[in-house]
């Protein structure tokens, strides 16, 4: 397993990140403004996570492992690398936002130490044409989660 940048000469791995965000459209807006990096086992992409960096803050906008590889800790290992990445670049803080029925995801951010610190009422309500439903519950509300860096 190995964790690379992504580079012009990569394919942009669309069926990894529409795990993750359903709208192509949104996925078109914010990949080239990230830094994007994929996760490689079995001489595979298997995993992709894409950071932007605005201030003192980076921000997970997109982050997600292949269902056969999930269960192995490659998220863990990309979510890793993000903070690793925030440090260099020394930032303080690192986000990410999830919907109110990612239960798994809700979990998996707070075991690696991030807090809720905000919700978006009816965010998937409003940005989202189709609804969008997780584990039997519908996605309304927006959680913003947060990871202070220790310098």
């Not at 919907?99 to 995801?105: D, E, K």
Request: aromatic letters at 12%; glycine letters at 4%.
């Amino acid at each position: 397993m190995k964790i690379k940048k992504w580079t012009e000469c990569d394919i942009i791995p669309y069926e990894l990140l529409l795990l993750a965000d359903p709208d192509k459209s949104a996925i078109d807006r914010y990949f080239f403004q990230s830094d994007v990096f994929l996760l490689i086992a079995d001489d595979q992409t298997c995993g992709v996570i894409c950071i932007q960096n605005e201030g003192d803050c980076s921000e997970i906008v997109n982050i997600a492992v292949l269902p056969n590889y999930q269960g192995r800790q490659y998220g863990k290992e990309l979510l890793e690398h993000a903070i690793t990445n925030t440090k260099k670049l020394y930032n303080h803080t690192l986000i990410v936002k999830t919907a109110n029925s990612s239960m798994q995801a809700l979990a998996f951010y707070q075991k690696a130490g991030f807090r809720m610190i905000e919700i978006i009422p009816d965010y998937f309500l409003k940005h989202y044409s189709e609804p969008i439903f997780e584990n039997g519950i519908l996605a309304q509300d927006q959680i913003v989660m947060l990871y202070k860096i220790n310098k």
